[in-house]
């Protein structure tokens, strides 16, 4: 038995988030919402476009298992160095909620970017989102370039305004 997967056909309604600026990062009762600025750029498709032109503002709303074997966590990374070598690092998702937003607020008061969306991939079988972000963190004395947030759920959703 021959069995596909079509990746056009597997739809993860994120729209137009990608590189668009993340302003704060929430858990509450184990619901982690990543709340980003949005902007609908003319170099879409029309529909597209059309779609999403009036939205502002977009969130990603998670609830996080509780299940004791199923720790959320978000792995921070470097570039590739020259060596071809990055490095990362692992932390709990309730750390990076505060270090997330004590970079932002730092950032926003010296008018740089923000961090910035880049994707969405899952892992249905085994119950897992992964959110990828552009994001400089530091960490531990540590310079990070990056960060995928590896949650684990049964859904997510994104709720635009």
């Not at 009036?54 to 921070?76: G, M, N």
């Not at 070598?85 to 270090?99: G, K, R, S, W």
């Not at 400089?136 to 959703?157: A, F, M, S, V, W």
Request: charged fraction near 30%.
């Amino acid at each position: 038995m021959t069995e596909k997967f079509v990746l056009r056909e597997h739809f993860i309604p994120d729209g137009i988030l990608h590189d668009q600026d993340l302003y704060e990062v929430k858990l509450e009762n184990n619901v982690l919402t990543l709340s980003f600025e949005v902007h609908c750029f003319s170099d879409h498709s029309a529909s597209f476009v059309e779609k999403y032109k009036d939205f502002t503002k977009c969130h990603i709303k998670c609830k996080l298992s509780d299940e004791q074997y199923c720790e959320s966590e978000v792995e921070l990374r470097t570039c590739i160095n020259k060596k071809k070598q990055y490095i990362t690092q692992i932390v709990p998702i309730e750390e990076f909620v505060d270090l997330a937003n004590k970079e932002i607020l730092r950032r926003r008061k010296k008018d740089f970017y923000p961090g910035e969306y880049i994707g969405t991939g899952v892992g249905a079988n085994f119950g897992m989102v992964h959110i990828e972000l552009f994001f400089d963190l530091k960490y531990k004395r540590k310079e990070y370039d990056g960060c995928t947030l590896n949650l684990h759920t049964e859904e997510i959703e994104f709720i635009w305004e």
